[in-house]
Structures are given as C-alpha cells and as structure tokens.
C-alpha cells in the first residue's frame, strides 16, 4: 500500500526565508506527484504536478522537484510571505487513478 | 479553470437523518470523488466513479453510499447519518481515467449531533 509521509507537522519560519517542504513515499510506481495548499477551513488548491517522467516544475516562486527512484519530493517557496501561511499537501497518484495523502505541513510564516 | 462546486459549505444533521451532500462539476470531466479529511488521518478516499451510473468504493465507504444520475454532478449519501461522520467531506473531478490531475472543491464541513 502507498504511503506518504510529510515532516514536519508544522513549522514556522520568519518572512523573507525560504521555506522548504518535504515528502517521501513507499511505492515509486506513480504517475505522478502534486503538491497542494490548503488554507483554513477550505478545500485544496493545487499548486504544482510533476509528472512521474519529469524531475521538476515551477510556478513563480515555487519549485518542486521529484525524485521517483529514493522516494522523495520538495517543495521551494522562495522569499517566503505571511500570505503562504497555510497546510501543504504532497499527493501521490498511483494504481487506479488513485491519490495517496500525506498529513501535511502546517507552515507560519512571521511577519 | 475547472469548477468543483459543493452545495453546502457547513451542514448540521441529527443523529440518524439520511443527509445528502452535492458536488457539481462544470468541465465534463469523466471522473469524480468523495473523500473526508479528519485531523490526524489526513485525506481518505469514500468512493469514486469513472462514469454515470458507475461507481466503485474507495478506501472507507462504510456508512455511504453514493448516485452519479448525470455525468456533471456526484452526490455522497449518508444512510443514517452518525456522530462519527462528522468531518469535512470534500468533492474532486479529473478529466478521464488516465493519470489527471484531481481539482477540488471548497468542502462542506459536516456536523452530525
């Protein structure tokens, strides 16, 4: 079974830092990876998707790269904003068009 | 931009109450699903469906079940809704079987009393 695991829970960092996020799962048979936000009390906003062939995108002040054969993906936010406060999501699809979750992790960013 | 619309953004039910949560797509995507999102377990997947009348359970349907009636909408129904079924419910859409990328909707944050 697919597993996927995001440490740490929760970290804060000051503004202006640069923040990295990471994620690692069991099984490198996906598809591919997405990373998503999720703020308070809302549903998910995806944010990036690589593709199980590609080993990184980017998005502005995002970057992730994936690395299917260890198991491992990051996320870059670069010169980080008290507005990127929020829970993010690492997803897996594997199998059936199956997501595997991670728990997330909850960043602060202090002003 | 794809549309994921849930019909409630906050339900309370009672014990017991058959409850019916929507979701509505807007881009003729063929596949659709339901999963609930609770601290500490993170996201788990209820049911899913790869086309109308088409469905098929996902990791906890116990306690559910679900209709795809029309391509463009998926409804969750709780049978005799539960304490333990309080949770936020969240709907997604993808294009079609293949590897898509799943968008989601806001959630309906679900209280059962």
């Known amino acids: 079974k697919q597993e996927v695991t995001q440490i740490p829970a929760a970290l804060s960092v000051p503004e202006g830092e640069n923040l990295v996020l990471n994620c690692s799962f069991t099984?490198?048979?996906?598809?591919?990876l997405q990373w998503f936000r999720q703020d308070p009390g809302k549903g998910l906003t995806s944010l990036l998707l690589i593709q199980s062939s590609q080993r990184e995108q980017t998005s502005g002040r995002l970057n992730a790269s994936l690395d299917k054969s260890s198991g491992r993906s990051t996320l870059y936010i670069a010169a980080s904003q008290p507005g990127d406060s929020a829970t993010y999501l690492c997803?897996?699809?594997?199998?059936?068009?199956?997501?595997?979750f991670g728990k997330g992790n909850q960043v602060v960013v202090i002003p | 931009d794809v549309k994921v619309t849930q019909s409630s953004r906050y339900l309370v039910k009672r014990t017991g109450e058959k409850v019916f949560l929507e979701c509505v797509q807007d881009?003729?995507?063929?596949?659709m699903f339901w999963y609930r999102q609770d601290p500490g377990l993170g996201l788990r997947l209820i049911y899913f469906?790869?086309?109308?009348?088409?469905?098929e359970k996902g990791d906890i349907p116990e306690g559910y079940s679900v209709s795809r009636e029309k391509k463009e909408r998926f409804s969750l129904i709780l049978e005799s809704a539960s304490t333990n079924q309080t949770s936020m419910y969240l709907c997604a859409s993808s294009l079609h079987r293949g590897p898509q990328p799943q968008h989601f909707g806001d959630g309906t944050r679900l209280s059962i009393l």
């Open positions: 099984d490198s048979a996906i598809y591919n």
């Open positions: 997803a897996v699809q594997y199998g059936n068009n199956r997501l595997a």
């Open positions: 469906s790869y086309d109308v009348k088409m469905k």
């Open positions: 881009m003729d995507h063929e596949n």
